[in-house]
T-cell receptor, first 112, second 112 residues
Framework: NAGVTQTPKFRILKIGQSMTLQCTQD?????MYWYRQDPGMGLKLIYY???????DKGEVPNGYNVSRSTTEDFPLRLELAAPSQTSVYFC???????????FGSGTRLTVV | GQQLNQSPQSMFIQEGEDVSMNCTSS?????WLWYKQDPGEGPVLLIA?????ELTSNGRLTAQFGITRKDSFLNISASIPSDVGIYFC????????????FGKGTHLIIQP
């Protein structure tokens, strides 16, 4: 059982470039989340989705976009990369909002 | 938004010692969760608590949901080298689907 799979694991972007961070889960979870983790700052919610076709902003959505065309996939798009987006990005899914999330192994992004 | 105060920020202990960390919130949570993150990986759920006063164990780990619903603690007994990592508390108020609120983490370091 793969759980939550994130690709790529590492990426270096130049300022102004765009990219999509991929996330897929095979547990048929309705709830999916994108977090960013900065040193000493914990996890901040970027976007979340309660099911296919439904997405909503979290605490730090600026500079990002998401889509949820299927239950399994929840890609995160960076349109114009900025140094402030250098971070580790985690995707997570859950069966229910109050149950523990299953996290992917993360994407480490550096913008130079 | 809601904030969790997690302490201590870091702990330097000897192998075999017991460890205690806690989280407090200014608002009530209906769910408390404790996660562990190993280097280069996503957080993994250790213990979930759903009821005020609940005390739950998972091997050498014990966590409690505070009676006031505004705090939780995690204890690790007889620490071993593989306990090294970052421990996060997380809470959910039950009010919506917008994700868990995470503490900033406790970095556990075990000295030989």
């Amino acid at each position: 059982n793969a759980g939550v799979t994130q690709t790529p694991k590492f990426r270096i972007l130049k300022i102004g470039q765009s990219m999509t961070l991929q996330c897929t889960q095979d547990m048929n979870h309705n709830y999916m989340y994108w977090y960013r983790q900065d040193p000493g700052m914990g996890l901040k919610l970027i976007y979340y989705s309660v099911g296919a076709g439904i997405t909503d902003k979290g605490e730090v959505p600026n500079g990002y976009n998401v889509s949820r065309s299927t239950t399994e996939d929840f890609p995160l798009r960076l349109e114009l990369a900025a140094p402030s987006q250098t971070s580790v990005y985690f995707c997570a899914s859950a069966r229910d909002t109050s149950y523990g999330y299953t996290f992917g192994s993360g994407t480490r992004l550096t913008v130079v | 938004g809601q904030q969790l105060n997690q302490s201590p920020q870091s702990m330097f202990i000897q192998e075999g010692e017991d460890v205690s960390m806690n989280c407090t919130s200014s608002s009530i949570f209906n769910t408390w969760l404790w996660y562990k993150q190993d280097p280069g990986e996503g957080p993994v759920l250790l213990i979930a608590l759903y009821k005020a006063g609940e005390l739950t164990s998972n091997g050498r780990l014990t966590a409690q949901f505070g009676i006031t619903r505004k705090d939780s603690f995690l204890n690790i007994s007889a620490s071993i080298p593989s306990d090294v990592g970052i421990y996060f508390c997380a809470g959910h108020s039950g009010g919506g689907a917008d994700g868990l609120t995470f503490g900033k983490g406790t970095h556990l370091i075990i000295q030989p």
